[in-house]
């Protein structure tokens, strides 16, 4: 799941967007020039990998990247494919 989220262009070009402020969706989708409801459909995967977090502020979703989740990630692949002996 975790791998299957990473596996799409735009799923990664919105983590490098969250990785430097957080967003909200209709700005993601100017910013890659797709639509807002494209936008909710790559953010929902993302969310449910564990890569971005989503903040409510009054009646905006706000999300942002999260790097500890992904380090975890990254550090258990690394170990998977190359163990430790």
Same mark, same amino acid.
């Given at each position: ?5 990473? @596996?799409?262009?735009?799923? #990664? ?7 430097? %402020? ?5 700005? #993601?989708? =100017?910013?890659?020039?797709? &639509?807002?409801? &494209?936008? @909710?459909?790559?953010? =929902? ?9 989503? =903040? ?7 999300? @942002?990247? %999260? ?5 975890? &990630?990254?550090?258990?692949?690394? =170990?998977? #494919? @190359?163990?430790?002996?």
């Amino acid at each position: 799941m975790q791998l299957k989220a990473l @596996s799409d262009r735009n799923r #990664i070009l919105i983590l490098r967007m969250l990785a430097r %402020n957080k967003e909200y969706g209709a700005k #993601i989708a =100017e910013y890659l020039g797709i &639509t807002t409801a &494209t936008v @909710s459909h790559h953010l =929902e995967l993302l969310k449910k990998a564990g890569f971005v977090k989503e =903040e409510k502020v009054g009646t905006i979703k706000y999300f @942002s990247y %999260n790097q500890e989740h992904a380090e975890a &990630t990254l550090k258990q692949l690394q =170990e998977f #494919i @190359s163990p430790k002996l």
